[in-house]
């Protein structure tokens, strides 16, 4: 599996909180074949390898959270005191002291429409991410449901994102954050689609090979199907809640066409700040 360099401000970690951790790793390891081990022992806190690839954490939700299990999307910032610097000046919210944690110096942060993400500072030099393949993360989007243009503004110069925004008809709105002439993010322009006690929020697209397949094992595994398999211009998806109820979408993609040895994408990265 090749893995990729990521940017300053660029989507680079989930986090899973969940109120049973030993449930969720059943669940993603039969659905998406994740390996989860607690790799630190006694941390409590356990990571999903895709092909030896960290994907995602596991970390236990606090008894008295005041969110459901959900996932964290965690954005890339290798300088975090002027990342959180900047998010207060544009008027986001820190939740906290940056702590130190497994994988690096972690903070998390709300932007001015009340979406929920996190900074990290990995250990080590390399930034390196699977993703977009079977098993790993394949979007990350922001539903923001007040304050459209402010937030994207937020990200604008929070991140120094270059965005693109998509030609806005019957009050549909999108902007993308692009990189090397491709988007790895959107925001998604929501007001009045949810109730208003919701707040925006980031959630990431996890990648399957058949997502009819894979939806059709949700039930059996403790989750639920919140909307059947669709076919949308991004590709079939569906969005689900597993099986200590935090949603998340799957989304259809195939299995990457190798070139030479898989393992020749992995010979000059360093993995040390994964173990």
């Known amino acids: 599996m090749p893995a990729f360099q990521a940017e300053a401000g660029m989507p680079y970690w989930l986090d899973l909180t969940t ?87 972690m903070a998390i942060v709300v932007d001015t429409a009340g979406s929920m993400f996190g900074l990290i500072a990995p250990r080590g030099e390399e930034s390196f991410v699977a993703a977009g393949e079977p098993g790993t993360p394949v979007w990350h989007e922001n539903t923001v449901v007040s304050n459209y243009e402010q937030t994207v503004d937020f990200y604008r110069e929070v991140f120094e994102w ?30 009045g689609q949810f109730p208003p006690q919701v707040p925006s929020f980031w959630q990431s697209y996890l990648g399957v090979l058949n997502v009819d397949e894979a939806v059709a094992k949700v039930p059996e595994l403790g989750g639920e199907i919140i909307r059947e398999p669709w ?45």
């Open 19 to 105: 109120s049973n951790p030993a449930k969720s790793a059943h669940f993603y390891s039969q659905l998406l074949g994740w390996d989860i081990k607690e790799e630190v022992a006694d941390s409590d806190y356990r990571i999903a390898r895709v092909q030896g690839l960290p994907v995602a954490g596991f970390i236990r939700q606090a008894e008295q959270a005041p969110f459901p299990d959900t996932f964290i999307t965690y954005f890339l910032a290798p300088d975090l005191d002027e990342t959180l610097a900047a998010i207060k000046a544009k008027g986001g919210r820190v939740l906290g002291e940056p702590t130190e944690a497994q994988l690096g110096r």
């Open 162 to 191: 270059d965005t693109a925004t998509m030609a806005q008809e019957d009050d549909f709105q999108y902007t993308t954050a692009m990189a090397g002439g491709g988007a790895f993010a959107g925001l998604f322009g929501a007001e």
């Open 231 to 275: 076919d949308s211009q991004f590709g079939r998806m569906a969005i689900i809640a597993d099986s200590t109820n935090a949603t998340l979408t799957l989304c259809e993609v195939a299995e990457p066409v190798e070139e030479g040895d898989e393992a020749d994408s992995l010979l000059d990265i360093d993995l040390s700040q994964f173990k």
